[in-house]
């Protein structure tokens, strides 16, 4: 269905297609839900990660999920007083909606959280031409990440199982594979990302969007070095390489991970139909604490990838400025940056 998804975002960018009424709706209701974190804003001290008024608004959204499951579906009204029984066919979407937004207890947000959004899509969606798929996945995940960039931003999020600057972004991997779907048909290239007016021009953009909100999250260092293999995909030569590398890491880093699937929930109407995991539990797959990336590969060092570039960048973006403190040693050592530094690069990058 992903692949389907960033098929129709590509053939159709800007689509003109019929929207759909499920699509509009359900557009309604996140901007519905957007404007609700008004209603619970942050009263107690400032914490490191996660004010605990995050379960407060999770509550609000679980007390009124079958109003917004009903609208969605059948157009009920948005006044519509909460129903303390959902249909049967509604209790699945329940749960997925439910686990979209963030975890009420770990009060965190990431990856697995977007992907069960992404489930309560598919399996509320009717089957759609590729322009109409293509309007309505852009114009709900827009609606999406303006929901959850809110709630983050207003309840400081933990990021779910971040790698740091070792991973592509915090909190989302499929608005990089969308958006940069949508900008194979354009006359731009990955590095138009580094000019502010291009950014600002294109700031509807999925893509764009998230990059334009990392900026914001982490202003008080340089793009390239908190998050380098963001930076690294400058280089690429296409949007097509960014895209196509973006599908293999979401299907590595998410959709064949066991600890973002296992929060997962499975049920008649969604089924786990695909192994997780499964390349790496073949033993010949590690040497000591080395690890093979191919079959009869050769190792490659370290776990993580080397430099942390991304795999599909050749050339790893444009030079990275080293930030050093005034008393660092002038040396250099061979085989990396000046002052020492190994610059940091997403993991397809050449």
Sequence with gaps: ??????????????????????????????????????????????????????????????????????????????????????????????????????????????????????????????????????????????????????????????????????????????????????????????????SESWREDNTSNLYVGRIRFVMELKSRAPFCEHSPMLHSLTGVESWEKVRGGMLKLWKGEVLDKFVVVQHLVFGETFKCTWHVEEQFRIKDNFVGDKFINREGGEISGSFFPPAGRAPWAVGGGPPVPVTRAPWADERKEEGKEEGGFEQTKAPWAK
């Excluded at 098929?7 to 839900?33: G, Q």
């Excluded at 979407?93 to 992404?118: C, N, V």
């Design 1 to 194: 269905m992903v692949e389907r998804i960033t098929e129709a975002l590509t053939m159709f960018p800007t689509a003109d297609a019929d929207p759909n009424p499920i699509a509009e709706r359900t557009v309604t209701v996140l901007k519905t839900l957007q404007k609700s974190v008004e209603d619970f804003p942050v009263t107690s001290r400032p914490v490191r990660f996660g004010s605990p008024q995050f379960r407060e608004w999770h509550t609000h959204l679980s007390d009124n999920i079958s109003t917004y499951l009903s609208h969605i579906i059948s157009n009920a009204p948005l006044t519509s007083p909460p129903s303390s029984e959902l249909p049967s066919s509604h209790l699945e979407l329940r749960s997925h909606l439910l686990i979209s937004f963030g975890h009420p207890t770990r009060l965190d947000y990431g990856t697995g959280h977007e992907l069960s959004f992404l489930i309560f899509l598919i399996l509320v969606l009717p089957p759609l031409s590729p322009p109409q798929l293509s309007s309505a996945i852009n114009d709900i995940f827009s609606a999406y990440y303006g929901l959850t960039q809110t709630l983050q931003l207003t309840y400081n999020l933990e990021p779910a199982g971040s790698h740091g600057v070792w991973g592509l972004d915090d909190y989302y991997c499929l608005s990089y594979l969308f958006g940069s779907s949508l900008l194979c048909s354009t006359t731009s290239s990955p590095s138009d990302v580094l």
